[in-house]
């Protein structure tokens, strides 16, 4: 086994986004002596990034959108190697949510930050055992592509997206939760009842005034419940800000270091941990705090100590 901690190697998924970036950014890598590996399909991320990881390489770069670097941090784990390799990214994803919590902007900046700027240590998340990075959510998801005013945007954050696409959904069925903080059997519950969405941010946040930056190095996951409104969709969006806005009783919004989230429907529940699809009755999350050796760029804001 050859043991290279200055190689740094640059995972790219050329299809990511637009898919227009792969010459660029392989130009880039090779000007600075990188490594450039390129994944085909579904899970490659998570094998190129163990691999490299077991070389003894120490630096790894995700290219691509937010679901490369999870799987890129999931080949991380599966070498064993969260100690030792820091993770930068490349944003040339649709979303690129992951790279913006950490301050990087574009193709060019990444480049720097891996080169020089700060290493922090973040927090994952886990849930039975599956790693993510930003969040986990079920139900109604915020889904970027539909329809959404700037006005309900603004006042609504991620969530004027799950009621847009709410409008377009016509057969949705409510998740009928018991969402507990601690996880523990006896623990009081946090929330029962039907939902809407649950959204578990790690590093993310949903919601009115909460568009900025998520702490990613408290411990603590950022947990919103969407309550499922009789007819909501039927509603205007003046009355849905209303319902939904800053202090809606239909919004439950709590810090946890750890929960479990029991489903009472008949069937399971989809969550998407990242983008990848599992499909469960009950689910214990917990973070990792401070597990992951990322690259930031100037605009990240650490924590006050
Ligand atoms: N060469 C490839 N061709 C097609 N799909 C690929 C290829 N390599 C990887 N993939 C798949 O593409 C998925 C999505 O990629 P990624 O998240 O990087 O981009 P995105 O969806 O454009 O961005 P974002 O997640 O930020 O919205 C990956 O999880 C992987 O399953």
């Known amino acids: 086994m050859t043991h290279s901690p200055d190689e740094t190697v640059v995972i790219l998924n050329p299809e990511s986004g637009s898919g227009s970036h792969g010459a660029n950014v392989r130009q880039r890598a090779n000007r600075l002596?990188?490594?450039?590996?390129?994944?085909?399909?579904?899970?490659?991320?998570?094998?190129?990034?163990?691999?490299?990881?077991?070389?003894?390489?120490?630096?790894?770069?995700a290219a691509g959108g937010d679901g490369t670097v999870n799987e890129v941090v999931r080949g991380i784990r599966r070498a064993g190697a969260l100690d030792s390799v820091t993770v930068g990214v490349v944003p040339v994803g649709t979303g690129n949510n992951f790279a913006k919590q950490i301050g990087v902007t574009d193709v060019a900046t990444a480049f720097d930050v891996v080169e020089?700027?700060?290493?922090?240590?973040?927090?994952?998340?886990?849930?039975?055992?599956?790693?993510?990075?930003?969040?986990?959510?079920?139900?109604?998801?915020?889904d970027s592509s539909s329809k959404t005013s700037p006005a309900m945007k603004q006042r609504l954050g991620v969530l004027a997206y799950v009621v847009t696409?709410?409008?377009?959904?016509?057969?949705f069925e409510s998740l009928r939760l018991t969402v507990a903080i601690d996880g523990h059997e006896r623990a009081a519950p946090a929330w029962t009842g039907d939902a809407l969405s649950v959204l578990i941010g790690?590093?993310?946040?949903?919601?009115?005034?909460r568009t900025g930056p998520a702490n990613v190095e408290d411990g603590l996951f950022d947990v919103t419940v969407i309550e499922d409104v009789p007819v909501l969709s039927l509603m205007s969006d003046a009355v849905v800000e209303r319902l939904l806005g800053r202090d809606s009783a239909y919004i439950t919004r709590f810090r946890a270091q750890s929960l479990a989230i029991e489903v009472h429907n008949p069937s399971s529940v989809r969550f998407s941990l990242d983008g990848e699809i599992i499909q469960e009755r009950r689910l214990a999350f917990e973070t990792l705090p401070r597990t992951l050796s990322v690259a930031v760029g100037d605009g990240y804001t650490p924590p006050p100590e």
Do not use: M
């Open 202 to 209: 790690n590093a993310r946040q949903f919601g009115p005034n």
């Open 116 to 142: 020089s700027g700060d290493r922090r240590r973040i927090d994952l998340g886990q849930a039975n055992g599956h790693l993510f990075v930003n969040s986990c959510v079920a139900g109604l998801t915020a």
């Open 165 to 171: 696409t709410l409008r377009t959904v016509t057969d």
């Open 33 to 61: 002596g990188y490594t450039v590996v390129e994944t085909d399909t579904d899970g490659d991320a998570v094998a190129l990034a163990a691999t490299a990881a077991e070389r003894g390489v120490e630096t790894l770069v």
